[in-house]
């Protein structure tokens, strides 16, 4: 009987007492397939992510599109110009945002958590922040044709100047990071999809009412609040930009807030992925 090493017996490649022999027809063991890197892997995550949520997604885009050009015609009946006008057009904007990157992107994990779904991306060799990110951007994807059209039509209905609107090529993905992030953390940490999915409610909520309602008017206690809401941040940097000169500096430390948040809330989404999937 030919010797068996110590380090086949501890791998478990071989059990005590056994031969070491080669499999039927003198064939090795397939080696693993290697680990794929982040970007290879987000890309390929995130178009799998965009495909399948079209046909589901568009409608509620649509949804959320009307939401927000309802609320600033209800709004318009209240309101009548300046800071406030500018108010309520940028956070109905960044509303159709936290509709899809923060509530959608909640039930989603919430689901994907509930059916066992996060078992066969626990099987891929794909790194869990891919499969974050590539989920996240894919919802945050279908944000950009509603946030335009909300910031266009709110502009034409306030008489607010279009100029700067290209200012939501930054505002639409770095508020979109923030609160998708946030709410696959909701969706990955909540222990029933059910409270996953009041959680989005609760979290689109609180964008509806801290985002579009003036903050000159808000109690401080709520102030407060709005403060500590990320998408706030990006309301703010599109409302400076209807001044007819903005204060950049502002709006790029607005900015730079919603990008620090992003980031952070996609790491806590990205560790809240790894403990769903070991469990």
Known sequence: MSAVSAEAVTAGAVRPGSEARPRSGGDAAAPLAPRAKLLPALAAVYRAQLSRARVARIPLLFVATFQSV??????????????????????????????????????YFG?????????????????????????AAAYASFTVP????????????????????????AVVPLSGAALAGLGAALGLLAPRQELATLCGQLGMSAALLLGVLPAAHMPAPIAFARDLLPSTYGVEALARTFDARPDWAVVAADLGVCAAVGVISLAVATWAYRRAAVR
């Not at 991306?121 to 499969?131: C, M, R, S, W």
Request: charged share 5%; proline share 5%; glycine share 14%.
């Open 70 to 107: 309802g609320i600033m015609i209800m709004m318009r009946g209240v309101v009548d110009g300046g800071a406030e006008a500018r108010a309520v057009v940028a956070g109905s904007s960044v509303l159709v945002v936290a509709f899809v990157a923060l509530n959608l992107l909640a039930q």
């Open 111 to 135: 689901q994907l958590r509930a059916s066992g779904g996060l078992d066969h991306y626990a099987t891929l060799p794909v790194p869990p922040a891919a499969v974050v990110l590539g989920a």
């Open 146 to 169: 509603g946030t335009a059209v909300t910031a266009v039509v709110g502009s034409a209905l306030f008489g607010l100047p279009m100029g700067h609107l290209w200012v939501l090529a």
